[in-house]
């Protein structure tokens, strides 16, 4: 799962049922510890030649340590909006300010026997010169579509990331096809 810094095991969540719709709080640390559905956005930032921004995070990530991601993000605070947490998530994990608004293309429940969130998916460019979290990214670059696809039976991949990026595929090819 995308998590991130300001937010700590502390930080106040909102807790949504199977339909997305709020039905109580509760703290980021219990959210996880106790498998409360909460909200989570994947942005897929891409830079001015239309590369995508791939990293991996750092060993000392609370959730999927040292694993690589081809989107930026992370949990939705509690009353705060997918799109008001895409472009905040963006810019704190990109290390910029003044990104244009995040695009909002599609929502899915991501569930697992240990993990379960609402997911909303983004778009960004970025144009700007990144400056990465240390405390979030170990390594990144800007990758071409084909080299990301050469990396992905390669490296070890975030399972939500994974799985949302599994879903662009397929959203972009029906999108294509209609």
């Known amino acids: 799962m995308p998590d991130q810094e300001p937010l700590s095991a502390d930080e106040l969540l909102d807790i949504v049922d199977e339909r997305d719709r709020v039905v ?12 409360l559905r909460h909200r989570c956005v994947f942005i897929q930032a891409r830079d001015a030649q239309g590369r995508i921004f791939v990293h991996r995070r750092t060993a000392e990530k609370l959730v999927f340590p040292s694993l690589y991601d081809m989107f930026v993000g992370g949990v939705v605070g509690a009353g705060e909006g997918y799109d008001e947490a ?22 899915f429940l991501y569930e697992t026997p240990e993990h379960t969130w609402w997911s909303r998916v983004y778009e960004v460019r970025c144009e700007l010169p990144v400056e990465p979290q240390t ?36 959203w972009r090819r029906e999108k294509v096809e209609r």
């Open 86 to 107: 895409a472009l905040r998530e963006a810019e704190e994990e990109l290390g910029v300010r003044g990104l244009p608004a995040p695009v909002p293309l599609f929502s």
């Open 24 to 35: 109580g709080q509760a703290r980021r640390g219990d959210a996880m510890a106790h498998r």
């Open 135 to 170: 405390e979030e990214v170990a390594w990144h670059a800007f990758l071409t579509e084909e080299e990301l696809t050469r990396r992905l039976p390669e490296w070890e991949w975030v399972p939500d990331g994974w799985e949302a990026y599994r879903r662009l595929v397929e």
